[in-house]
């Protein structure tokens, strides 16, 4: 997860290719606009089997989130609030209509939730109405408090 402006000054197909080089197989670059990813940079990406992974919020119109399920071929990333990732502790009832009306949309993608997936029960929470949840903030919290990896992942997620 990055910004566009490191990657076109790296140039995007040099970034693509050195990204898969290393192991990664998509990014999501949240200020990448959908209409210029798919004129500008689709076909570089497609030539690098990179997938661009695109966020959805709470606000995100269905014309919108049909576009982005319709032009993704990885996952798409379900902000689960108007909140800044790490803050937010539990689901609001509103999430839980949010996470409802997506679900019946019947997308061709994966959804998986992040933003305020803090523990064990916000992670089972969100997976009732997703392929899986992204527990990015709270894993690095473990990690800074000095906590290994493989202790953290299984309780939090079994």
Request: net charge positive; with cysteine; charged share 25%.
């Amino acid at each position: 997860m990055g910004y566009l402006n490191p990657v076109l000054q790296f140039g995007v197909g040099n970034f693509c290719r050195r990204a898969r080089e290393v192991g990664i197989s998509g990014v999501i670059l949240p200020d990448l606009p959908m209409d210029e990813y798919l004129k500008e940079y689709k076909s570089i990406f497609e030539k690098h089997n990179m997938k661009s992974i695109f966020l959805i919020t709470p606000q995100t119109s269905e014309k919108r989130i049909r576009m982005i399920d319709e032009h993704s071929d990885g996952f798409i990333y379900m902000v689960s609030s108007a909140s800044t990732t790490g803050t937010k502790q539990g689901m609001s009832d509103e999430s839980e209509k949010y996470f409802k009306r997506i679900h019946k949309m019947n997308l061709k993608n994966p959804l998986m939730i992040g933003f305020g997936i803090s523990d064990k029960k916000s992670f089972e929470k969100v997976c009732e109405y997703a392929s899986g949840a992204i527990i990015g903030s709270a894993f690095i919290k473990h990690l800074e408090s000095g906590g290994e990896a493989g202790k953290f992942i299984l309780p939090f997620t079994n």
